[in-house]
């Protein structure tokens, strides 16, 4: 009788490894290589790792943002640095901790501090996740200011004719940055469901604007990919040219940064501006710098003059959020994505220090502070850490640059402040 169960498991075993070898050389290889197209190569590669951190392949096909000549940060030498060296260690030996790939710190301006891991290092692209969302926010103040849209209170409709005769139709620019557009997100990870056409699939135009709404615009808050991806949609045709070259005319290059390349759903079709632009890791130093300094840097304004200002200002949704950016402006033991969805949401152990501290949140923790009452920006690369606290690094710093014997509350720098010293005397 043993025998005979050992033998008929050794055929099922067999046979199984058959049907695996049939589906490896049949489905999975040629789906890997692209045989199959876009869309399959991404959905298997996905399958294969960890879907919310694909391999680099899985971008494929990209679209450039042409940036120039790039310029190195003035670095702060070892005995200028005003921040005590042991502030640096503890807080470059907590991020190793945490899977981090990098820890760059900015004070007053000049590189304070950077930390590599696993190799990388400043010129090291990484996938920027969320970060990215950003992006169409400050493209928003530039096609206000070059009168390709009226206003952030504009409907969306006036740019989207598919939005026109239905409820969407009150659903603002601002709405969709905020993340209150009401519409609705989903999470289904099978073939052909809708969420898988919004991230993976060949036509993310059509996949984003057949969305539902759930609730009536303004009133609810949800950090869902349509309104981002919407909200880029609608930048794209306001602006009548490609979102990639809008972008670099307007910050990519004026900032000096590295070429950078955002997601395209097809060679020659729509990029992602919910996700997944790929740039060096130094580069968000410099972008959190020029929204710290309210959109001027080295002598430029590279995002027109009061936009951070508006990007900054709470939503009536959620207090701690503005235009595709997070705020710290009341705590959150746990700050989630959506107030309906229990487990997605990031730890903050203590309330943040300062009070004007706002930051981006991209998937994998990646994360940029910008907190121009001391001067800080603070970058974080790599994978999700087993213990993040969002708290964490923005406090320790913080408390770093107020023990110097910095100045009274009432004095303390603001954006103005500092854009105005970043523009020089007039």
């Keep these: 009788m043993l025998k005979r169960i050992l033998r008929g498991l050794a055929r099922t075993g067999k046979w199984t490894l058959i049907v695996i070898a049939v589906i490896g050389v049949l489905v999975y290889l040629p789906s890997r290589l692209g045989w199959y197209g876009i869309y399959a190569k991404r959905y298997v590669i996905s399958l294969s790792g960890n879907p919310m951190s694909p391999a680099r392949a899985w971008y494929d096909p990209q679209e450039l943002v042409a940036g120039s000549d790039f310029m190195p940060l003035e670095a702060w030498t070892e005995d200028e640095n005003p921040i005590d060296a042991a502030v640096y260690e503890e807080a470059a030996s907590w991020a190793g901790q945490q899977r981090s790939d990098s820890l760059v710190v900015l004070y007053k301006g000049r590189l304070a501090h950077a930390s590599y891991f696993n190799d990388q290092a400043p010129e090291s692209e990484f996938s920027t996740h969320s970060l990215t969302k950003v992006l169409t926010s400050i493209l928003v103040g530039h096609a206000i200011a070059d009168g390709h849209m009226e206003s952030v209170d504009q409907p969306a409709a006036d740019f989207l004719p598919e939005w026109d005769t239905d409820e969407r139709r009150g659903i603002t620019v601002r709405d969709l940055l905020n993340m209150a557009g009401g519409l609705e997100e989903t999470f289904a990870f099978y073939p052909g469901s809708a969420r898988l056409a919004r991230t993976m699939g060949t036509d993310i135009v059509t ?31 306001a602006i009548g040219t490609r979102f990639a070259d809008y972008l670099s005319e307007k910050l990519w290059a004026p900032l000096g940064l590295r070429d950078g390349w955002l997601l395209l759903d097809r060679e020659d079709g729509m990029v992602h501006t919910d996700c997944c632009m790929w740039t060096a890791i130094e580069d968000w130093a410099l972008i959190g710098q020029a929204l710290m300094q309210n959109g001027c840097y080295a002598g430029s304004q590279v995002i027109p003059v009061g936009w951070v200002d508006e990007m900054t200002t709470p939503s009536a949704a959620n207090e701690n959020y503005g235009m595709q950016l997070w705020l710290g402006t009341s705590h959150e033991p746990l700050r989630k994505y959506d107030p309906s969805i229990e487990f997605m949401g990031n730890v903050h152990s203590e309330p943040f220090v300062a009070d004007d501290l706002f930051f981006l949140d991209g998937a994998g923790d990646q994360r940029l502070y910008m907190i121009p009452s001391r001067e800080l920006v603070i970058l974080r690369t790599g994978k999700d850490g087993p213990a993040w606290d969002d708290s964490l690094l923005p406090n320790l710093f913080t408390r770093a640059v107020d023990s110097i014997g910095g100045q009274a509350a009432e004095t303390l720098p603001t954006r103005a402040d500092l854009n105005a010293a970043c523009l020089g005397p007039e």
Excluded: C, K, M, W
């Design 207 to 237: 996949a984003n604007l057949d969305v539902g709404i759930y609730a009536p615009p303004g009133t609810a808050f949800s950090h869902a990919n349509p309104n981002s991806q919407v909200a880029g949609i609608v930048v794209e045709r």
